[in-house]
């Protein structure tokens, strides 16, 4: 039989938020592949936990070379427990490589869900959290970054990203700059921390915001393209409504009413242009509305 690959959420701030199953997985693991052991032995500490199995080290450097011998930990019959620094492993964090090599050997994969950081800045940046994507880290250089986001200046949900303290000002002049600086963010700053800091606003005064300086964890909330304006009917195409409604046997209150309901437009609105339009054999007469 073939293990389990285990992926836990770690905390992103306080110890306190890792839940009970994160430190049963953590004592009971044949094996922890941790982002940075010495953090890992840091979160075993404030948890109480002692780690039975074997600690190997998972971060960006060693990731590619060191999926294969996971791998055949998993294929033996061991249950391999993955924690990145904090949040969720694969999430802008090592992971993938080696869920998408375990899927493929028929490993069957688990998660402990917990902390992220997406999901806390989106829920307290008070932007509309119906549909949005994680955009993660925006590329550091200044041309593949204005590519980036000229690719997402029409993008309508809601957006996320990551981005390191000194560099929030910079990207966020980038972000106004293909966006408008009218349009609303958020960034959150220690999500969960001490100094937990929450700063709403237009992409514009977020940046003279950022200026300053920006300390810790940074997620950054944006807003998606918002809705163009639907279209204002012509007065000649209300009218022509009302005289498809009228010839279809309706009276002409009626007609007007059911038109202002469909086309959302006031029934005052509606009622003008049927007794602006010129008469003609086949369109609405003049007339008092009833």
Known sequence: MTGLLVLAATPIGRPADASPRLAEE????????AEDTRRLHRLTTDLGVGVAGRTVSYFEGNEAGRTAGLLADLLEGRRVLLVTDAGMPSVSDPGYRLVAAAVEAGVRVTVVPGPSAVLAALAVSGLPVDRFCFEGFLPRKSGERAR???????????????????????MLRSVAEAFGPERPGAVCRELTKTHEQVVRGGLGELVAWAEDGVRGEVTVVVAGR????????EAAELSALVAAEEAAGTPRKEAIRAVAGRTGRPRREVYDAVHRAPATPDGP??????
């Open 148 to 170: 980036r986001l000229a690719e997402l200046a029409e993008e309508p949900r809601t957006m996320v990203f990551f981005e390191a303290p000194h560099r929030t000002a910079a």
């Open 26 to 33: 953590l004592a009971t693991a044949d094996v922890v592949a």
């Open 285 to 290: 007469e003049g007339g008092r509305e009833p």
């Open 226 to 233: 918002p809705a163009a304006p639907s279209r204002p009917r």
